[in-house]
């Protein structure tokens, strides 16, 4: 009796390139927007509602500005503007130089974004936001 060979099955292709790829165009994309236009002089971008509504600054106001800054490699000024951005900004590049590293020399590594950072993520930026707008820590207001 002879044995037949049945043909091999490929798994799927990982959505995950496909999905770092069209983030990183869009980060690229949204970066040369701000990049060549000036929040400050455009009025394109959005307004912050909350901040229109109460005239008190949310987590995120200044925050266009500050990678304005950031992408003109002006970090004095993108503190000014909003400093957890940058602190944000500066760990999702660590993370993703780690994840990249990790992804290229194919070794583990879980999720970019694990779950138990969002606890601590969400008390830093209500945190930030109580403080920037309170007189003594006026500094972090833009």
């Not at 959005?46 to 995120?60: M, S, W």
């Not at 951005?85 to 970019?112: D, H, S, T």
């Amino acid at each position: 009796m002879t044995q037949v060979n049945s043909p091999k099955i490929k798994s799927a292709p990982s959505i995950g390139f496909f999905v770092t790829a069209i983030l990183g165009a869009t980060f690229l994309g949204m970066a040369a927007v701000v990049f060549f236009f000036n929040p400050s002089a455009y009025g394109f971008y959005p307004i912050c509602l909350f901040h229109k509504l109460t005239g008190l600054n949310c987590p995120g106001c200044g925050a266009t500005r500050s990678f304005y800054a950031v992408v003109h490699g002006n970090f004095q000024s993108a503190l000014k503007d909003n400093a957890l951005f940058v602190c944000v900004l500066a760990l999702a590049g660590v993370r993703g130089a780690w994840y990249a590293q990790r992804k290229i020399f194919r070794k583990p590594v879980g999720e970019f974004f694990p779950a138990k950072m969002l606890w601590p993520l969400l008390i830093a930026v209500v945190v930030f936001g109580l403080l920037r707008n309170l007189p003594m820590f006026s500094f972090l207001s833009p």
